[in-house]
């Protein structure tokens, strides 16, 4: 069975500009998280998905950051624009109860 | 206040030797559960322990709800368990909240 995957490895941008990130989970997953850590300091929840609902969405640090899960199967967040405080490892999750399963994580340079 | 909070911060220990760590958790967080974040950055779940004993070949953890507190247990401690562990929990419906982690070094 294929465990989560993230798109792209790695990214690197200039201040200013637009990034996505893509999140597939596993198959059969309804529930999918988003976490960022930044920094090194703690990994921080950004928001959960219900299949293609937001169920909580308040980790969200402000308007420059959307999240989005079409037909509820894989995910994209975009930042636009970023900014140098957004570098960061991005991490997906999903889980079909409690349990939650990490993807690699996007490492994200804002230059 | 701090919701999920972890001791000791770092630790070193020699090839061989056992380890506690310890998640102290507020009342607002539930449902725990330990990873393991490798020295290449990936998350691996170890356990979700909202209370009670679990055991894994070499790692345990037992969380005591009632006092707020879960330990994770590493026997025998090899090189590979190396990395950061955090513990995790929900706040608020499936809000997870991490400690700031356990960075363990283990020298061969």
């Known amino acids: 069975e294929a465990g989560v995957t993230q798109f792209p490895s790695h990214s690197v941008i200039e201040k200013g500009q637009t990034v996505t990130l893509r999140c597939d989970p596993i198959s059969g997953h309804d529930n999918l998280y988003w976490y960022r850590r930044v920094m090194g300091k703690e990994i921080k929840f950004l928001l959960h998905f219900v299949k293609e609902s937001k169920q909580d969405e308040s980790g969200m640090p402000n308007n420059r950051f959307l999240a989005e899960r079409t037909g509820g199967t894989y995910s994209t967040l975009k930042v636009q624009p970023a900014e140098l405080e957004d570098s960061g490892v991005y991490f997906c999750?999903?889980?079909?109860?409690?349990?939650?399963?990490f993807g690699p994580g996007t490492r994200l340079t804002v230059t | 206040g701090i919701q999920v909070e972890q001791s000791p911060p770092d630790l070193i220990l020699q090839e061989g030797a056992n380890s506690t760590l310890r998640c102290n958790f507020s009342d607002s967080v539930n449902n725990l559960q330990w990873f393991h974040q490798n020295p290449w950055g990936q998350l691996i779940n170890l356990f979700y322990?909202?209370?009670g004993t679990k055991q894994n070949g070499r790692l345990s953890a037992t969380t005591v709800a009632t006092e707020r507190y879960s330990l994770l247990y590493i026997s025998s401690s090899q090189t590979t368990d190396s990395g950061v562990y955090f513990c995790a929990g929900y706040t608020g419906g499936f809000k997870t909240i991490f400690g700031a982690g356990t960075r363990l070094f283990v020298k061969a």
């Open positions: 999750a999903s889980s079909d109860g409690h349990l939650q399963y």
């Open positions: 322990i909202p209370s």
